[in-house]
């Protein structure tokens, strides 16, 4: 007999791949009580670095899956972004300030962690849920769907695990998105950019990061990952001939990024980069989510975080189906918001980036430089730029769930200080939201709501939370109302008047 505990033959959510997007799903779906079991076919979790860069809107996330502190406690955050000029002895050439962002946002900047840390924290994160099981060695290899569920097959056989849902997180050569036969449709850059990690034990660790080395013969950048650990990016203006790197080539970098002495290199390679998506992120009862669903530029680093926040969106969309909700209005409206916000924001704003910093001549890229200075320098217009690069800048647009006559459907919660009646330091709204759709009940002049439609209510008022920041009330126009919060931290309405709330409230909840 086995010591092995049985594996699960029936599972309510299934979710294909370990990577940063189906751990964060089986963690959203744990926190709101949903058991799911993730399969994935690497035989233990990621040891590389990859995505290095963890945005603001992926970091709301986290706080309210109660996992922000730790992921603070072991990256390295950056509130000023500050690109150092190494041809210049690292003077500035370019400075984001995120702190710009208090008002709306907490600790904003830029955390620095590799994403084999994140997968770390978030599978021990989701282990201790003790509500989902997660399966090495398990490669998904058939997937069929009936009006009633889908069943999938794993390579080593076995019964097949059947499921009420399937999410495809297996990365950008998806099996689950190849099996329900969608294109990958886009664009491949003709750049070849050159990663490294290089380790290095000299006075080169202390200096100011981020670098970067402009010639005409390409752009390379460089970034402390954590102490000792650097990350080298070479774009060369020309088409490198061979996928091979060699140490050469990383030690030339190495040395106009840093300056000369010697760097142990981790890992160096090659890499093809691209613009893709999915034309659908649902098929019946499977969806896709992350890398399966959709693929960027990496300059910008928001393409895992964009994964992170599909999650974030889907979670709560199958919980509500699972538990009797109007299933076709809930998942299709995950397709249309999620594909609206990669499309017109992530893809868009990675590929602008891509091509003006990174395909562009030398002189061309100068004058880009002193033109997005000139940019930043605008107060309103840095505003909008520190928002887009921090991923708070994207709101949905109307969906099967969020109706475009309701005001303020589909904005991101802002995250502004709170106090309490009795003069504490105050303490962020998203600190006081737990898992699942809140009401937010502003009123200064009116009592407050009796039998509010939900059971998680938020009384901003006298006696209650102030909100000094005016935020809430600004999305109210200034006056006393109601805002429904989704349990995706987006707004799904905002009203003034309590008569129909209740069928509001299940409307935009996508309850049957
Ligand atoms: C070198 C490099 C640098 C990068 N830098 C950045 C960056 O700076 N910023 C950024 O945002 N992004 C970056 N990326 C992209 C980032 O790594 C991805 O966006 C991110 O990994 C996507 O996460 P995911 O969970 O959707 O997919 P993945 O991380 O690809 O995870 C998919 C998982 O599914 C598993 N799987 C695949 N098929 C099956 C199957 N049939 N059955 C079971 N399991 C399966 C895989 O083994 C894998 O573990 C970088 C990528 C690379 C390669």
Same mark, same amino acid.
């Given at each position: 007999?086995?010591?092995?505990?049985?594996?699960?033959?029936?599972?309510?959510?299934?979710?294909?791949?370990?990577?940063?997007?189906?751990?964060?799903?089986?963690?959203?779906?744990?926190?709101?009580?949903?058991?799911?079991?993730?399969?994935?076919?690497?035989?233990?979790?990621?040891?590389?670095?990859?995505?290095?860069?963890?945005?603001?809107?992926?970091?709301?996330?986290?706080?309210?899956?109660?996992?922000?502190?730790?992921?603070?406690?072991?990256?390295?955050?950056?509130?000023?972004?500050?690109?150092?000029?190494?041809?210049?002895?690292?003077?500035?050439?370019?400075?984001?300030?995120?702190?710009?962002?208090?008002?709306?946002?907490?600790?904003?900047?830029?955390?620095?962690?590799?994403?084999?840390?994140?997968?770390?924290?978030?599978?021990?994160?989701?282990?201790?849920?003790?509500?989902?099981?997660?399966?090495?060695?398990?490669?998904?290899?058939?997937?069929?769907?009936?009006?009633?569920?889908?069943?999938?097959?794993?390579?080593?056989?076995?019964?097949?695990?059947?499921?009420?849902?399937?999410?495809?997180?297996?990365?950008?050569?998806?099996?689950?998105?190849?099996?329900?036969?969608?294109?990958?449709?886009?664009?491949?850059?003709?750049?070849?950019?050159?990663?490294?990690?290089?380790?290095?034990?000299?006075?080169?660790?202390?200096?100011?990061?981020?670098?970067?080395?402009?010639?005409?013969?390409?752009?390379?950048?460089?970034?402390?990952?954590?102490?000792?650990?650097?990350?080298?990016?070479?774009?060369?203006?020309?088409?490198?001939?061979?996928?091979?790197?060699?140490?050469?080539?990383?030690?030339?970098?190495?040395?106009?990024?840093?300056?000369?002495?010697?760097?142990?290199?981790?890992?160096?390679?090659?890499?093809?980069?691209?613009?893709?998506?999915?034309?659908?992120?649902?098929?019946?009862?499977?969806?896709?989510?992350?890398?399966?669903?959709?693929?960027?530029?990496?300059?910008?680093?928001?393409?895992?975080?964009?994964?992170?926040?599909?999650?974030?969106?889907?979670?709560?969309?199958?919980?509500?189906?699972?538990?009797?909700?109007?299933?076709?209005?809930?998942?299709?409206?995950?397709?249309?918001?999620?594909?609206?916000?990669?499309?017109?924001?992530?893809?868009?704003?990675?590929?602008?980036?891509?091509?003006?910093?990174?395909?562009?001549?030398?002189?061309?890229?100068?004058?880009?430089?002193?033109?997005?200075?000139?940019?930043?320098?605008?107060?309103?217009?840095?505003?909008?730029?520190?928002?887009?690069?921090?991923?708070?800048?994207?709101?949905?647009?109307?969906?099967?769930?969020?109706?475009?006559?309701?005001?303020?459907?589909?904005?991101?919660?802002?995250?502004?200080? #709170?106090?309490?009646?009795?003069?504490?330091?105050?303490?962020?709204?998203?600190?006081?939201?737990?898992?699942?759709?809140?009401? #937010?009940?502003?009123?200064?002049?009116?009592?407050? #709501?009796?039998?509010?439609?939900?059971?998680?209510?938020?009384?901003?008022?006298?006696?209650?939370?102030?909100?000094?920041?005016?935020?809430?009330?600004?999305?109210?126009?200034?006056?006393?109302?109601?805002?429904?919060?989704?349990?995706?931290?987006?707004?799904?309405?905002?009203?003034?008047?309590?008569?129909?709330?209740?069928?509001?409230?299940?409307?935009? #909840?996508?309850?049957?």
């Amino acid at each position: 007999m086995s010591d092995l505990p049985p594996e699960p033959s029936r599972t309510p959510v299934a979710i294909v791949g370990a990577g940063p997007t189906g751990l964060s799903l089986a963690l959203a779906l744990a926190r709101l009580g949903v058991r799911s079991v993730v399969l994935e076919k690497r035989s233990a979790p990621g040891i590389h670095s990859k995505a290095v860069g963890i945005h603001v809107r992926t970091r709301e996330y986290f706080r309210l899956w109660g996992i922000e502190e730790t992921f603070l406690r072991e990256g390295t955050l950056l509130p000023d972004f500050i690109l150092r000029n190494a041809a210049a002895g690292g003077k500035p050439l370019l400075s984001f300030r995120f702190p710009l962002l208090e008002k709306e946002a907490d600790t904003p900047g830029l955390l620095v962690l590799e994403q084999s840390e994140t997968e770390r924290l978030l599978l021990a994160a989701v282990e201790a849920t003790g509500l989902c099981e997660v399966l090495f060695d398990a490669e998904v290899v058939e997937l069929s769907q009936r009006d009633s569920g889908v069943a999938l097959r794993r390579r080593e056989g076995g019964p097949p695990l059947q499921a009420d849902f399937v999410v495809g997180c297996d990365g950008a050569a998806s099996f689950v998105r190849h099996a329900l036969g969608l294109a990958f449709e886009g664009a491949t850059y003709s750049l070849r950019p050159m990663l490294a990690d290089v380790r290095l034990r000299d006075e080169r660790d202390q200096l100011p990061w981020p670098r970067v080395f402009s010639a005409s013969r390409g752009l390379s950048f460089s970034l402390r990952i954590r102490p000792g650990l650097w990350r080298i990016v070479h774009l060369a203006r020309r088409e490198p001939e061979s996928d091979e790197v060699s140490e050469e080539e990383v030690g030339d970098r190495v040395e106009e990024l840093l300056g000369p002495g010697p760097a142990e290199i981790v890992w160096a390679s090659r890499f093809r980069i691209h613009r893709r998506a999915s034309p659908r992120f649902r098929e019946g009862r499977v969806l896709l989510a992350g890398d399966a669903a959709h693929i960027h530029s990496p300059v910008g680093g928001q393409g895992m975080n964009a994964g992170v926040q599909d999650a974030a969106n889907l979670a709560w969309k199958l919980a509500a189906a699972l538990r009797g909700g109007d299933r076709e209005r809930l998942l299709d409206s995950y397709d249309v918001e999620r594909r609206a916000v990669v499309v017109e924001h992530v893809s868009r704003f990675t590929d602008f980036l891509t091509k003006v910093f990174m395909q562009a001549p030398a002189p061309l890229r100068g004058a880009a430089l002193l033109l997005f200075r000139a940019v930043l320098a605008c107060p309103r217009t840095r505003k909008t730029i520190l928002r887009r690069m921090s991923m708070i800048g994207s709101d949905y647009p109307a969906s099967p769930l969020l109706d475009a006559h309701e005001s303020a459907a589909g904005l991101r919660l802002p995250n502004p200080l #709170l106090h309490g009646s009795d003069g504490d330091n105050g303490v962020r709204l998203y600190n006081l939201i737990a898992p699942g759709a809140v009401l #937010l009940d502003v009123a200064e002049k009116r009592p407050f #709501l009796t039998e509010p439609p939900i059971p998680q209510v938020l009384r901003i008022g006298p006696g209650e939370w102030r909100d000094p920041s005016g935020l809430l009330r600004g999305i109210l126009g200034g006056r006393d109302g109601y805002l429904l919060v989704r349990p995706d931290a987006h707004i799904a309405w905002a009203r003034w008047d309590a008569e129909g709330i209740a069928e509001a409230t299940r409307r935009a #909840l996508g309850e049957g």
